[in-house]
């Protein structure tokens, strides 16, 4: 089993920036896959980035201007999120999983979320 607890979230301005932090235990993060999603009221859960221990993936949507990246040492992943726009604003989630992790259904183990809201 792996715990998963997000941090970092807030209230920012547009173009503003943010780093989100998910810290893991139970388990060591360095055989997982790691994923950040996003859900905004009312839209579908989306897969924004991906971390792997052979590459990185983002969403169109996203790719530029957020940058995943971990810490096994500290079993910490984060997720920069640079020249934020108002349509940013959603429930933040990071999430685990042994597969290769690009669909939703993948991800066996959830964080609550961290809450970002962009003014404009």
């Known amino acids: 089993q792996v715990q998963l607890e997000e941090s970092g979230g807030g209230l920012v301005q547009a173009g503003g920036s943010l780093r989100l932090s998910c810290a893991a235990s139970g388990r060591t993060i360095s055989g997982y896959t790691m994923g950040w999603f996003r859900q905004a009221p009312g839209k579908e859960r989306e897969l924004i980035a991906v971390s792997r221990w052979s590459d990185r993936d983002y969403a169109d949507s996203v790719k530029g201007r957020f940058t995943i990246f971990r810490d096994d040492a500290k079993n910490t992943v984060y997720l920069q999120l640079t020249s934020l726009r108002p349509e940013d604003t959603a429930l933040y989630y990071c999430?685990?999983?042994?597969?290769?992790?690009?669909?939703?259904?993948?991800?066996?183990?959830w964080g609550r979320g961290t809450q970002v809201t962009v003014s404009s």
């Open positions: 999430a685990a999983t042994t597969g290769w992790g690009s669909r939703v259904y993948e991800y066996a183990y």
